[in-house]
């Protein structure tokens, strides 16, 4: 049984529906699609689930070896870092257009990387596999597989195939006590952060981008418990990640992510709130997991740059503002000593268990207090709640017509979870069940006396 996240590349020509395979495989939109060749330049980086297996995809340009176009030299470099990064490949071919030279040049070159290798035939919806795959067995590389990346079709038989020797939830890393990633861009002064947490120069820092080329985990006890850190490779704008030695940074750092219980995200106060700074925290909130906003070399800031600094936080991140925000610096030490704490709190947050009694508690005082509105006449009724786990917490709640309950009225029982049980630093997820109608689609069959008495109201109302 493989014990690693797998990491899943999907390559192929231009315009054959890999960016939209991408936003299907993720449950997201963040690769863009349009009906253009090479909209795609770079590589795309997104998690994945699929029957409790998790996993990495990364998306990327199209493949064109024989173009002479510069920027297809780049997508064909970045595309090629992407195979080596990848424990699985999905080589996309368009099912309407047939099979092309590129896809032939494509085949040759993925012949020789000696990885698993899945040819999919794309764009198939309605068409029998014998007609839509039988021109693409002339490729060398195994039984096609049709799929359809825009309606699904294919989709959950090919991900149960390839995540077979896949663990059900992603092995923990074999760390002691608290689990703690430490991720940001090249040079905010993540590996200075980790040595002054431990009092010596246990990792490599030094005043240049991309020192650090591997996630590095180093035990060590803080106020009677026990962490583990991990520093990892800094995440930099794809476009500028050229280097053979840190092709693997990306990938390490997601996978850093998905297995850490608490993720301390570094930002540097001197430089403005990236896009990419945003990406990274939004790839940390949509795995759940618990966070804090460290914002490092504070230290030299005059006060107008401090209110400038905060006012772009909660411009730019708003989606985050259950994670506490603590201004450091880690060469100093200023606000260092604080921030294990706040590691520690966030922990027994994701990992807090809630009494069920206390649960239905609070979710029958919320309710009493604010009352869910009425649908089409119908009041939206929430009965009880349970917990569904941890890391993150999970609390779900039962009750009738609740895919009709507004966002506005969701957001209000989160935060008054959340505030019951001092839920800080975590994403808590709120999932709500409608019980089914024991009577749906049930005819309501009449007894001989209702049959004889509906006669005689009908008699009655024919006379008038």
Known sequence: MNEKIPTIALVGRPNVGKSTLFNRLTGTRDALVADLPGLTRDRQYGFGSFENKAFIVVDTGGLMPESADPLAALAEEQAQIALQEADLVLFLVDGLQGRLGPDEAIAKQLRKLGKPLTLLVNKSEGQAKTAVAGDFYALGLGEPVPVSAQH???????LRELLASYPEQAAPLPLDGVCVAIVGRPNVGKSTLVNRLLGEERVVAADMPGTTRDAIAVPFDYDGHRFTLIDTAGIRRRARVWEAVEKFSIVKTLEAIERAHVVVAVLDAQN????????????????????????????GLQSDEREQ????????????????????????????????GFVQDAYDATMREMPTPELNRILEKAVEQHQPPAVLGRRIKLRYAHQ?????????????????????????????????????????????????????GRKNELTGRQIKKKRRLMARVKKR
């Open 152 to 158: 699904g079709d294919g989709i959950a038989g090919l």
């Open 272 to 299: 403005d709130i990236s896009e990419q700074d945003a990406r990274l925290l939004g790839l940390v909130a949509q795995r759940g997991r618990a966070m804090i906003i460290a914002i490092n070399k504070w230290d």
């Open 309 to 340: 600094v905060r006012y772009q936080v909660s411009l730019k991140m708003p989606f985050l503002d259950y994670a506490p925000v603590r201004y450091i610096s880690a060469r100093h030490g200023t606000g260092v000593g604080e921030l294990m």
């Open 388 to 440: 569904g786990g941890q890391n993150p917490p999970k609390i779900v709640v039962h009750g009738n017509q609740t895919e009709k309950l507004p966002e506005a009225y969701k957001r209000y029982l989160t935060n008054r979870f959340r505030e019951a049980f001092k839920l800080v630093g975590v994403p808590l997820v709120l999932s709500f069940k409608t019980g089914d109608n024991p009577f749906k």
